[in-house]
């Protein structure tokens, strides 16, 4: 069984499926690598809105898109309990807080969409701190992205685009 069918699982959720935690997991483990096919952005445009929705910044030209791996089923939320993390030329997905037994995992997207992304969601996250649209990292409010920065929660890639 791969490392994130042990931990993780998906199941119904707030808005669709979702991915949720096995058993407690700490902060700061590795919850899942997020694998699928590598996208440039020219073929980004190209591609079904289901598709381009579930992509992730790998850096200045290229997406992955997980298709039906589990990564395609993170969810967003305005107060994340995960973020996502470049190591090895991989993209994973971390834990920030302990997420507890079937507690959803959630990231917040704007922290993979940077400078030169167009692509925005309205949000419907449940969350008290909610922003209602998901943007750019660079829209985010300041106090905001100074937190996600000094937190290490915005990948340095896409604070380089």
């Known amino acids: 069984m791969a490392m994130e069918e042990k931990k993780v699982y998906v199941k119904d959720a707030r808005n ?3 991915v ?3 058993k407690k997991i700490l902060p700061e483990k590795v919850i899942l690598e997020i694998k699928g096919v590598f996208l440039t952005c020219n073929e980004d445009d ?3 809105e289901e598709t381009r929705n579930n992509t992730f910044r790998y850096d200045d030209d290229l997406y992955i898109s997980p298709g039906k791996d589990i990564a395609n089923f993170i969810n967003h939320s305005c107060e994340p309990n995960a ?3 470049k190591k ?3 993209l994973f997905i971390y834990s920030i807080l302990p997420i507890l037994k079937d507690e959803e995992v959630l990231f917040d997207y704007s922290t993979i969409l940077a400078r030169d992304d167009v692509w925005e969601m309205e949000c419907n996250c449940g969350s008290q701190k909610c922003r209602k649209v998901v ?3 660079k829209k985010l409010p300041l106090k ?3 937190k996600y920065i000094k937190e290490e929660i915005v990948p340095d890639y896409i604070l380089k685009i």
Do not use: C, T
Request: glycine content about 10%.
């Open 88 to 90: 090895n030329k991989k």
């Open 83 to 85: 973020k996502v993390v």
């Open 20 to 22: 949720f935690a096995r």
């Open 46 to 48: 190209d591609i079904d």
């Open 16 to 18: 669709g499926k979702g």
């Open 144 to 146: 905001l992205k100074e």
């Open 135 to 137: 943007k750019q990292f």
